[in-house]
């Protein structure tokens, strides 16, 4: 009876809409110290807020997850939530590989107020393709709010199969995935196999945002949303809509942004541009170090060129 129960109410959960559009992958301020700056963070996710944005994803490579400790996650998930007042919905990443960690940090989101929470495949210990499954759907079973699937090979070593991930969207607690290969029929093939699912497929890549938006995916996952989340938003929005013209030249003219967001190793792109902005001091936490001259002046130009400084 009580297991009938809680099936139903996790069935339930994969009705709770998301929203098609752009999320932001939002970086993490850091004082000269290392420590979290607390008031940069409040600023950066009332800019998101305020903006045509969908969403707020913190926690992400994007966010130096890894190297922050757990009371540090915990404390920025719950300034996030504070901030976005219900206005934004927040889903952060867990960022773990062992299975009881990720389940035990997933309630622990959901608890602090948490919409959704995104899981990278876990890292380094290169599961088997049935293992990794087995690793979302024990994930999923246990996650008080619904999961988002997050695949990017190269930061994890291993790879959701499009066969693997619309295996996995059947499941009713499982409601979208954020891919990071650059591949379009990757996407596209995703995107077929789980055209008769209730489940969204985005690209984590500014790159392909509008590309994947436009042949029938959700949306995107984006860097580029630190710095121009009204732009990233209308930019979906338009291809969702069908206004691929307006969409199109959104994403021309943004588009050597979309590239320097990703220079060297992000988020070091993204984090020189808000620091030229003057909303971060731009400080990275080691071993990451912070983006050299050269590409700097790059960025430098490119968002001046786009009104940004």
Not at 19 to 42: H, M, Q, V
Not at 58 to 66: A, K, S
Not at 128 to 148: F, G, H, M, R, S
Request: glycine share 6%; charged share 25%; with cysteine.
């Amino acid at each position: 009876m009580l297991d009938t129960f809680i099936y139903n109410l996790v069935l339930c959960k994969k009705n709770k809409s998301m929203k098609k559009g752009a999320y932001t992958l939002l970086i993490t301020p850091f004082n000269k110290d290392y420590s979290l700056d607390e008031d940069a963070l409040r600023i950066l996710v009332r800019r998101q807020v305020e903006s045509d944005i969908a969403g707020i994803a913190p926690l992400g490579v994007t966010g130096e997850n890894t190297l922050m400790s757990n009371d540090e996650v915990y404390r920025l998930v719950k300034i996030v939530v504070e901030e976005a007042k219900g206005k934004k919905p927040v889903m952060p990443d867990l960022c773990l590989s062992s299975t009881p960690a990720s389940i035990n940090r997933a309630k622990a989101y959901a608890d602090l107020g948490a919409d959704y929470v995104v899981s990278y495949s876990p890292s380094m210990v290169l599961p088997t393709p049935t293992a990794l499954v087995k690793y979302y759907i024990e994930l999923a079973d246990a996650c008080p709010v619904p999961l988002i699937l997050h695949s990017s090979k190269g930061r994890t070593g291993v790879e959701l199969s499009p066969e693997m991930t619309a295996e996995l969207a059947k499941h009713p607690n499982i409601i979208a995935t954020k891919d990071g290969k650059k591949e379009i029929d990757h996407l596209a093939k995703i995107i077929y196999l789980t055209r008769n699912d209730d489940f969204l497929v985005f690209t984590g890549k500014d790159t392909t945002a509008y590309p994947t938006a436009a042949f029938g995916g959700a949306g995107s996952f984006t860097v580029a949303g630190n710095l121009i989340p009204d732009v990233m938003g209308k930019m979906i929005n338009f291809a969702i809509e069908g206004n691929h013209a307006e969409a199109m030249r959104l994403h021309n003219e943004y588009y050597p942004l979309f590239e320097a967001c990703r220079f060297e190793t992000n988020p070091m792109g993204a984090k020189k541009a808000l620091e030229l902005m003057g909303l971060i001091k731009g400080v990275l936490r080691p071993p990451l170090t912070p983006l050299s001259k050269a590409k700097s002046d790059i960025m430098e130009n490119i968002i001046r060129e786009r009104g940004l400084i």
